[in-house]
Structure formats: structure tokens, C-alpha cells
């Protein structure tokens, strides 16, 4: 990769540069290939909350797999162009992220559970990319719904971010803000390591623990 081409896919465009995108959406799910859970989910008493953990696939399936999460969806977040497709979000000209839509029970799991598993799963002191996928589709981002999630999310990465420096790790280059937007990324994608059980996962965390107590 040249030079040039890594700046470009590192560094966020302008809204100006931006791709415009469409009005149709790419994609709107019915139910969860694994849990078979209907969408859209039912009820008041649930919470939403947003990850970007590098590739969506891996992540995805971490969140589906905890107690008290209801439904997951992946898609594209954060950015400017509106109904995006894959290969628009990785030309790096939609600012976009990929993100995981992960809906809970609040009465069931305790959010700091989820930002556990956030935490721990990917590594989140890279930048714009995670291990060999680069560009700024795999930064690492929190995208919350309220303010008690916001402070949850920064009272976890102050302290996760002391743990990784004593195990001599950077500083935590996550962003953490209220989510802006988010749109279903296409249907193959959804659930992918449940229906491609031997697909590609590039997780693995830094291998240091958060401990919540």
C-alpha cells in the first residue's frame, strides 16, 4: 500500500467530500438468524447501545452471545452518506464506521457487561484500523443512546486505559459520543459467523482484563 492510498483510508473526510448516498435502505432485518428473536424488538423496557470494534462479523457475535442481549444487527455509523452500501464504506469516502447495533434488557444484564466485552475484545489503542484491517471503517468507537451510558463509557475506558499503560500499551484512541446515525449494512452480512462459521474473525483483544469491581 502506497503512502497516499494509507492516508486516505486513515483520515476522515470532510461531510463536503463525502458520498451523498440514497434515500432507499440498503437493508432492514425481520429477525435473528440465532436467536430468532422478531424485529423490531417490542416493549419500552430495552436500551441500545453502539460498537465499533474493527471488523463487524467477530464482533457482532460477542455481543449476541451474552445473556440479556436481545437482538444484534451490523451496519454502517456515525458518518455522513445515508444508506450506504459495503463497498461505498470502504472506499473511506463516507466517514462511516462499522458498528454493531446491540439491543438489551436492561432488568437482565448490567450495561458494564457489555462495555466488558467491548473492552477486552479488540484493541482499542490502534487508531484507524484493527491488527491488519486499516482504515477509519475499523476504529474503535462507542456510540451510546443516554447519559448514564456515557458515564458508564468513560468511568470504563479511564480505567481500562490505566490497565493497558501498566502493561505498557498506548492510550485508548476510542471515540465516545452519542450516536449520530446508523444504517443496516446488507442482509450477508448480518449473523455472518453463525452462517459462515469458519469466516473471518480479526479479534483478539490485548489479552489484559477490565475488572469491574
Given at each position: 500500500?502506497?503512502?497516499?492510498?494509507?492516508?486516505?483510508?486513515?483520515?476522515l473526510?470532510k461531510?463536503?467530500?463525502?458520498?451523498?448516498?440514497r434515500?432507499?435502505?440498503?437493508?432492514?432485518?425481520?429477525s435473528?438468524?440465532?436467536?430468532?428473536?422478531?424485529?423490531?424488538?417490542?416493549?419500552?423496557?430495552?436500551?441500545?447501545?453502539?460498537?465499533?470494534?474493527g471488523?463487524?462479523?467477530?464482533?457482532?457475535?460477542?455481543?449476541?452471545e451474552?445473556?440479556?442481549v436481545?437482538?444484534?444487527?451490523?451496519?454502517y455509523?456515525?458518518?455522513?452518506?445515508k444508506?450506504?452500501?459495503?463497498?461505498?464504506?470502504?472506499?473511506?469516502?463516507t466517514?462511516?464506521?462499522?458498528?454493531?447495533?446491540?439491543?438489551?434488557?436492561p432488568?437482565?444484564i448490567?450495561?458494564?457487561?457489555l462495555?466488558?466485552?467491548?473492552?477486552?475484545?479488540?484493541?482499542?489503542?490502534?487508531?484507524m484500523?484493527?491488527?491488519?484491517?486499516?482504515?477509519?471503517?475499523?476504529?474503535?468507537?462507542?456510540?451510546?443512546?443516554?447519559?448514564k451510558?456515557?458515564?458508564?463509557?468513560?468511568?470504563?475506558?479511564?480505567?481500562?486505559?490505566?490497565?493497558l499503560?501498566?502493561?505498557g500499551?498506548?492510550?485508548?484512541?476510542?471515540?465516545?459520543?452519542e450516536?449520530?446515525?446508523?444504517f443496516?449494512?446488507e442482509?450477508?452480512?448480518?449473523?455472518?459467523?453463525?452462517?459462515?462459521?469458519?469466516?473471518y474473525?480479526?479479534?483478539?483483544g490485548?489479552?489484559?482484563?477490565?475488572?469491574?469491581?
Open positions: 500500500m502506497s503512502l497516499l492510498s494509507f492516508l486516505t483510508k486513515t483520515e473526510p461531510e463536503h467530500d463525502a458520498l451523498v448516498g434515500e432507499e435502505k440498503i437493508f432492514e432485518p425481520l435473528h438468524y440465532v436467536n430468532k428473536n422478531t424485529y423490531p424488538i417490542e416493549g419500552s423496557i430495552f436500551e441500545k447501545v453502539y460498537f465499533g470494534m471488523c463487524f462479523w467477530g464482533a457482532e457475535k460477542y455481543m449476541w451474552i445473556e440479556g436481545l437482538f444484534t444487527s451490523v451496519g455509523g456515525d458518518g455522513f452518506t444508506n450506504p452500501t459495503y463497498e461505498e464504506v470502504c472506499s473511506g469516502r466517514a462511516h464506521n462499522e458498528i454493531v447495533e446491540v439491543i438489551f434488557d432488568n437482565k448490567e450495561f458494564s457487561i462495555l466488558k466485552a467491548f473492552w477486552e475484545n479488540h484493541d482499542p489503542t490502534q487508531g484500523r484493527q491488527g491488519y484491517d486499516i482504515g477509519t471503517q475499523y476504529r474503535s468507537g462507542l456510540y451510546v443512546t443516554n447519559q451510558q456515557m458515564e458508564q463509557a468513560l468511568e470504563t475506558k479511564k480505567a481500562y486505559e490505566a490497565i499503560a501498566n502493561n500499551f498506548k492510550p485508548i484512541t476510542t471515540e465516545i459520543k450516536i449520530k446515525n446508523f443496516f449494512a442482509e450477508y452480512h448480518q449473523q455472518y459467523l453463525a452462517k459462515n462459521p469458519g469466516g474473525c480479526g479479534h483478539g490485548c489479552g489484559i482484563k477490565l475488572d469491574l469491581s
